[in-house]
């Protein structure tokens, strides 16, 4: 079965630098880019920028570039989204996904079960 | 313009059949993918390139486009069908990917 598995939640402080995992499983890992979305308290989702594993090209949203850093370990099939600093605005549910891309088509599956970082 | 467009809340009786819509210019040029998300869940995609049901999707879910505007249809809702459904589609660089805000869709 393909899956993401993430770390766990986290509480953190202003200023404090945190890094969050997803793994994949069932799956190629290097094959397929890994996005990760950030979706705030009754907000919607916004992408946060795609890895693609095997060969670490990453692309960010605008709105993210400079303020978090994706990396990719694909010998242990994880990527990371990671912070210097945290402020109170990056409290959200980061979930990370799976892009597919089929025949033209691109679509995210599937996704992680999600990672609630709360700053405060 | 790469953004995304849906009404906030739709309801739906028990049995009957409801449509949520998703509008940007990007659909002109880029297929519409939808999502549905229970709370505390992770999302599942539910139809992909505008009209494909992945496997072990039930056939009441069913997608369409048309011009700058896709949609999702439920034909006989279940209560299990109660969630929040997002569109996504790529950006205007074909490279990154834009979200609806999503559809709170209740069963009555």
């Known amino acids: 079965e393909v899956q993401l598995a993430q770390s766990g939640a986290e509480v953190k402080k202003p200023g404090e630098s945190l890094k969050i995992s997803c793994q994949g499983s069932g799956y190629r890992f290097s094959s397929n880019w890994i996005a990760w979305v950030r979706q705030k308290s009754g907000k919607g989702r916004e992408l946060m920028g795609i890895i693609f594993p095997a060969d670490s090209d990453i692309k960010y949203s605008p709105s993210f570039e400079g303020q978090v850093t994706i990396s990719v370990d694909k010998s242990i099939s994880t990527a990371y989204l990671q912070w210097s600093s945290l402020n109170a605005s990056d409290t959200a549910i980061y979930y990370c996904?799976?892009?597919?891309?089929?025949?033209?088509?691109?679509?995210?599956?599937?996704w992680g079960p999600g990672t609630p970082v709360i700053v405060s | 313009s790469s953004e995304l467009t849906q009404d906030p809340a739709v309801s739906v009786a028990l049995g009957q059949t409801v449509r949520i819509t998703c509008q940007g210019d990007?659909?002109?040029?880029?297929?519409a993918n939808w999502y549905q998300q229970r709370p505390g869940q992770a999302p599942i995609v539910v139809i992909f390139?505008?009209?494909n049901r992945p496997s072990g999707i039930p056939d009441r879910f069913s997608g369409s486009s048309s011009g700058n505007t896709a949609s999702l249809t439920i034909t006989g809702a279940l209560a299990e069908d109660e969630a929040d459904y997002f569109c996504?589609?790529?950006?205007?660089?074909?490279?990154?990917?834009?979200f609806g805000d999503g559809t709170t869709v209740t069963v009555l």
């Open positions: 990007i659909l002109r040029t880029y297929s």
């Open positions: 996504h589609s790529r950006d205007s660089s074909g490279d990154l990917y834009v």
């Open positions: 996904a799976r892009l597919l891309m089929v025949r033209g088509n691109r679509w995210f599956d599937p």
């Open positions: 390139g505008s009209n």
